[in-house]
Structure formats: C-alpha cells, structure tokens
C-alpha cells in the first residue's frame, strides 16, 4: 500500500484510495532509505515494479505505468546479505547501478567540525562555539553511530550549554571521556593561562570584575 498505493475499499480502513510512492514519484525520483530493511517477501514485487515499470495498487485490477529513478540507501552490507540469504541476489544487482560508499564518520575526520558547528546553529538558533577542548573530544571520540550520533551529541550540548559555548561537559559522558591525555594536559595549562590572565587583569583594574 505505501509502495503501490490502494483502491478505496481494498481493505478494513481504507476510506479513500492512496496513490503510493511509486506513483507519487512517477517522472521524478524515488528515495527509499533503508532498503536493506525490506523484508524478503516484498523484495520480489519491488524487483518486478522495477523490471516491468508497472505497479499494481492493492484492491486494483489494472497494472499502472510509472517511471521513476530510484535511489536508495541502507546502512547494511547488502552483498553480505545476499549470502546470508536475507536479501534477493536480482533485487541487488537490479538496484546497484551506480554505487556511492560513504565512508564512516571517523574515517572523515575533516566533516566532524563542520557538521557538529552547522547541527549547532540549527539547535540553538544562532552561531555557538565549540571551546578547544569540546573540540579534542568531538575529534577523538570513533563516532560509532556516525552522523546521526553526532547529531545527537550536539543535541543534547545545546540543551545544557546555558551561553554559546559548548564545554566537554555539555558532551555526552562517553565522548568527553574519550578525550585523549594530551588534550587533557592542553586543557590544564589553556585553564592556567586563562586564570594568570584573568588575575593580572583584575589587579590591573583593582578589583574592578566589571571594569
């Protein structure tokens, strides 16, 4: 039904016909995300409405024509599925035309700062910093879940972070704690250069926190 759409009446519930994606798409492009999630006996009539460019609506008589360019993600090893038999051989090579392998989070080390800024200014609505050490832990964390655990960290730091600042304490406990000793020893000495700045310039003004 979400596929191929449904005639009203086709089933209990169905109080008005559904188009369905596929007719949805037709002249354009289809997404289907997480394909490797299909389940193995609706992978035949997807291989069929891809081989024929003909789909059937749940409830209906006549086949319909479509045409539509697919792409479709997934997270899994599909080849690896094939031989473990949870993902029909035709449907695979049907569906792998042109391949694009987006190599894990951690093996991009150069997309870890942009993104972690860009989800931030999304979640808080306005430009926030990532202090020097918030940055060593987002940088030495392997980011297991990759973007979508990345997003969430950041998340989850705008709603602690009380200013604009993202500190290793707004990350989460498993991120700042992978933070290496050496980013632990340049945290130490920028907080004693901090401190030694931060007297001189208070006896500079004489007590004077506002001045």
């Known amino acids: ?21 596929f007719r949805t798409a037709d002249g354009g492009t289809l997404f289907l ?6 389940p193995l006996h609706l992978q035949p009539k997807l291989l ?14 006549a086949p319909i024509q479509v045409d539509v360019r697919l792409i479709a993600a997934t997270n899994r090893n599909l080849q690896q599925e094939v ?4 993902f029909r051989d035709d449907l695979y090579y049907r569906i792998n035309v042109v391949e694009l392998a ?16 860009r989800f931030a200014a999304e979640f808080a609505g306005g430009p926030v910093r990532l202090s020097p050490q918030a940055v060593q832990c987002l940088l030495a964390y392997g980011w297991p ?7 969430n960290a950041i998340q989850r730091s705008c709603l602690l972070c009380r200013g604009d600042v993202v500190l290793p304490e707004h990350l989460p406990p498993k ?25 001189a310039s208070l006896e500079e ?3 004077n926190r506002t001045q």
Not at 48 to 61: C, F, K, N
Not at 102 to 115: G, Y
Request: proline residues 4%; glycine residues 12%.
């Open 1 to 21: 039904s979400e596929l191929f759409g449904h005639t009203k009446g086709a089933f209990t519930g169905a109080n008005q016909a559904r188009q369905g994606f």
């Open 33 to 38: 995300d997480e394909i490797g999630e299909l």
């Open 48 to 61: 069929r409405a891809l081989e024929s460019g003909q789909i059937t609506p749940v409830g209906g008589d």
């Open 83 to 86: 031989i473990d038999g949870r």
């Open 102 to 117: 987006v190599p894990p989070l951690a093996e991009r080390q150069d997309d870890i700062l942009p993104l972690a800024r």
């Open 145 to 151: 879940g990759n973007v979508r655990e990345l997003r």
């Open 175 to 199: 991120v700042s704690a992978l933070a290496s000793s050496e980013a632990a020893a340049s945290a130490s000495r920028l907080s004693q250069v901090e401190r030694a700045a931060i007297l």
């Open 205 to 207: 003004c004489k007590g």
